[in-house]
């Protein structure tokens, strides 16, 4: 593999190469913490932690590991710094917190947190597997706020928990989504994501 | 000889002291954070009883406004102080005991004492004008803790306010009971018969009479009956508890 730039790094994993809209990873949890804007955000940003400093460790330890049990060395590096995000949250966010529940944990299964670590930060320098870990990290936020950013408007008529769809609406017969609150209609909202994604970057369609 | 990183010894080492450290940092970490969660805990209890006598959140927020002045910690305990008049413990005969301070007591390791030695917390408040007695709650859901707060009216029976927190009920189902749709089906239930008899509250499903509050009955939320089972069981549970010390202040 030829050495990208850094900014490739950096920015190709929040279109081109985007975790959950081409690689389809870390979709359970998208489904489940995107019904409101700020948990959502509150859920990206611990992920892109995450990323970043496991990448970060895995990489400065990438030739100590015995290959042999190198899943469970990075196991451990995940959920160590998983277990720190949740007593950060839990000691400064504490409301959020409880929103994100058991999601916060859960992020020691995201499959894309892994994955970097296998496929990038075991061979890769340092820094460059921390803009890596930046750069998916901000991938998946980024579909994450634009499927709550969608749920909460029309689910709940609010963002950031305040109202933003006038009273005017409501007095004329529109009405709140609850469908829009449901995972099914966040999955149907990253399909719509996909399918636009793709037929604006046709280079992303599996040829047959 | 050649370094070989996949030997055993070596692999042995390596995993030894990589979890040493990442046991000691998660150790120190806990230690460092543990102030700060048990005092969010303590502001959550404090927030969740003013909001069930009616001082919910956006009150206190604008309560904190009107003097300047933000919601922290501080704020909320001097309001809590300002408005529950009374924090009582009881004993299992419904007699005040000295020297146990009922905001620290865990209600879940005293549950699990033997019934004789159990102490109960009991918060009198005063808001408006009206007195409210609060109880606090503790049982099982379907998969884990639940827990909650109930209010009741100074005739010692109506259901003035609850609230509900949970650990891990399932999304959408039994997590319901935090939301407050749930809530306001117990409000004006009443507790005892008009004989003074302790009926407690029974939860069931598909009941459309919501509007009748002396029948003792609220409607279950659907899909999750073993969570409004557990919520039954707790509340009636938990409030018998306090059926002597209500009876002997009727008869004063």
Redesign the interface.
């Known amino acids: 593999m030829a050495k990208k730039k850094s900014k490739e790094i950096l920015f190709d994993p929040l279109f081109e190469n985007n975790p959950i809209t081409v690689q389809v990873l870390g979709i359970c949890s998208a489904l489940?913490v995107t019904v409101k804007l700020m948990p959502a955000i509150v859920m990206a940003l611990s992920v892109m932690a995450v990323v970043a400093f496991s990448n970060l460790i895995i990489s400065f330890m990438r030739?100590?590991?015995?290959?042999?049990?190198r899943i469970?060395?990075q196991l451990?590096?995940i959920a160590?710094l998983v277990?720190?995000v949740d007593?950060?949250l839990?000691?400064?966010a504490?409301d959020i917190s409880k929103q994100l529940?058991?999601f916060v944990g859960l992020i020691i299964t995201n499959c894309i947190v892994m994955g970097r670590l296998e496929a990038f930060a075991m061979d890769n320098k340092p820094w460059a597997s921390f803009l890596d870990g930046i750069g998916n990290g901000a991938g998946y936020g980024l579909i994450l706020i634009i499927v709550a950013f969608i749920r909460e408007l029309f689910g709940s008529g609010t963002l950031f928990g305040h109202k933003v769809i006038p009273q005017w609406f409501y007095d004329h017969g529109y009405m709140n989504n609850a469908m829009m609150l449901?995972p099914a209609m966040a999955l149907i909202t990253v399909g719509v994501i996909i399918w636009l994604q793709r037929s604006y970057m046709p280079q992303l369609t599996e040829k047959e | 000889m050649k370094f070989d990183r996949n030997s055993n010894g070596y692999t042995l080492i390596f995993m030894t002291v990589l979890l040493a450290v990442v046991a000691v940092a998660l150790s120190g970490a806990f230690t460092f954070f543990k102030p700060f969660h048990e005092q969010n805990k303590r502001q959550e209890k404090m927030t969740d009883i003013l909001y069930i006598i009616g001082l919910d959140q956006a009150r206190l927020q604008k309560a904190a406004q009107s003097k300047g002045l933000s919601l922290n910690y501080d704020l909320i305990q001097k309001y809590f102080n300002q408005y529950i008049i009374k924090q009582l413990t009881l004993d299992n005969q419904g007699n005040p005991v000295q020297g146990i301070n009922a905001f620290e007591i865990n209600l879940k390791r005293e549950l699990a004492k033997p019934a004789a030695e159990q102490h109960y917390p009991l918060f009198i408040a005063r808001y408006n004008g009206k007195t409210y007695y609060i109880i606090p709650m503790y049982g099982k859901g379907l998969w884990d803790d639940i827990w909650g707060y109930i209010a009741l009216e100074d005739d010692m029976n109506t259901i003035h306010g609850i609230k509900f927190g949970h650990k891990g009920e399932t999304p959408g189902l039994g997590a319901n009971i935090t939301e407050k749709w749930f809530e306001d089906r117990f409000k004006g239930e009443k507790l005892f018969d008009p004989n003074g008899q302790f009926t407690g509250i029974d939860i069931v499903k598909h009941w459309k009479d919501e509007t009748n509050k002396n029948d003792h009955k609220i409607d279950a939320i659907s899909g999750a009956t073993l969570t409004s089972n557990g919520v039954k069981a707790m509340i009636n549970e938990r409030v018998k508890h306090y059926v002597p010390y209500f009876n002997k202040l009727k008869k004063q």
């Open positions: 489940a030739k100590l590991i015995p290959m042999r049990v469970i060395v451990v590096v160590a277990i720190l007593m950060l839990k000691a400064f504490y529940s058991v449901m």
